[in-house]
């Protein structure tokens, strides 16, 4: 199951932008009645251009050049009522008052456009992520899946983080990732990463194999010929860390080969622990500068356990006070030494994330839980 983490469309319906239209005309009637009635030495007329202004927040320019125009004739009736339409006052009223209804029916137009840009921006983004971040599924092999995801661009809904999972004849294997930077910048980066690993997960024999493909992919992008120039003196900053498991169908347990990635999370036995490798590979498209063997680590991983896998936008979330959202602890806080499934775990620690940043991430978080079920067989 996927929780996606996805920004709403923040236009209003046009049920209650109809409903809010009714404001600016009540104000051009309240002002033109009491305009007509007020001692001729008191002028209301200027108070007539907060209705295109207050209009132009919510409307379309249609609909703020009618409200101007409506402006514009009471303003008109009043100066027929009170003196003459070519009195002094009112003329440089009436002037006042066109020019302002054509400024904000302009900025209106402005906004629409604005708003169908983004629009537009959120479905193909929501496009993208369909293509390259594809749901995990609720159930694969002897394991249960949840997967969350969000963004931190206001407007993106992928970045860099990754996630995917594939079969094996004997397994399932998992891989979570991060690549430097984040938003729409970081897509190409991910997409290539999690093609290569949906092509060799299901076939390569050896986990080590597996990683050193995908480090032979990362690779290679990063010594394209064709990068732009002004690229270059970035390439020697350009990696992706990454941790890949392999979970064997038979076997309760996990292997692990972690590549500079935040440690997994394991619950289980009443406890929750960190799964540290005691070696730990360098980022994937670092191995020009950093040289290891690639050698999976061994975990328990018994039935009704969860491991939860997460990218460092997780753990490097701030609060007001600057401080880092303390990941494990709140693990405990939330759940303790209770059973829980996967989906009801990244509900709760989705909610006191975000809590916790104030609603807002510096970087993308992604996370995955998997639970191990009992072998079918």
């Known amino acids: 199951m996927a929780l996606r983490g996805l920004r709403a469309d923040h236009r209003l319906p046009h049920e209650p932008r109809r409903i809010l239209l009714v404001v600016p005309i009540a104000l051009i009637a309240v ?3 009491v305009d007509i009635l007020a001692p001729p030495s008191v002028h209301l007329g200027p108070f007539l251009v907060a209705a295109p202004a207050v209009t132009a927040s919510f409307a379309g320019p249609r609909t703020t050049g009618c409200v101007g125009a409506l402006a514009v004739l009471a303003q008109a009736l ?4 009170r003196t003459s339409l070519v009195d002094l006052n009112h003329v440089v009223q009436l002037i006042a008052l066109i020019l302002i209804s054509t400024f904000v029916t302009l900025f209106a137009y402005w906004r629409e456009r604005r708003e169908t840009e983004l629009a537009q921006l959120r479905s193909v983004a929501k496009a993208a992520q369909g ?10 092999g002897t394991l249960r899946l949840a997967s969350v995801y969000l963004s931190a661009e206001r407007e993106a809904q992928i970045g860099g983080d990754l996630y995917a999972a594939a079969r094996t004849t004997r397994g399932t294997r998992i891989v979570i990732g991060d690549v430097r930077g984040k938003g729409l910048e970081a ?5 290539l990463l999690l093609g290569a690993f949906r092509s060799a997960a299901h076939r390569q024999a050896d986990l080590a194999d597996l990683v050193a493909f995908l480090e032979g992919t990362v690779s290679s992008d990063l010594d394209d ?12 900053e350009a990696f992706v860390t990454a941790a890949v498991l392999d979970v064997p169908d038979d076997d309760p347990s996990l292997h692990l080969i972690n590549c500079g990635h935040p440690p997994p999370l394991l619950l289980g036995g009443g406890r929750i622990r960190l799964l540290e490798v005691s070696r730990p590979a360098p980022p994937l498209g670092l191995t020009e500068f950093v040289h290891t063997e690639l050698s999976p680590q061994r975990f328990a991983f018994g039935t009704g356990d969860i491991v939860l896998l997460y990218t460092d936008g997780v753990i490097e979330a701030r609060d007001r006070d ?3 959202y303390p990941l494990a602890q709140r693990l405990e806080q939330l759940v303790g030494s209770r059973a829980t499934e996967p989906e009801a775990l990244l509900s709760r620690l989705c909610a006191d994330l975000l809590k916790h940043a104030g609603g807002h991430l510096g970087d993308d978080a992604a996370m995955v839980a998997l639970q191990r079920l009992p072998d079918p067989s």
């Open 322 to 324: 600057g401080t880092f």
């Open 187 to 191: 897509v190409g980066d991910a997409a």
């Open 131 to 140: 293509v390259v971040l594809r749901p995990l599924p609720q159930r694969i």
């Open 225 to 236: 010929p064709v990068a732009p120039d002004d690229e270059t003196e970035d390439l020697g």
């Open 78 to 81: 009043v100066a027929i009522v």
């Open 31 to 33: 002002v033109t009645v």
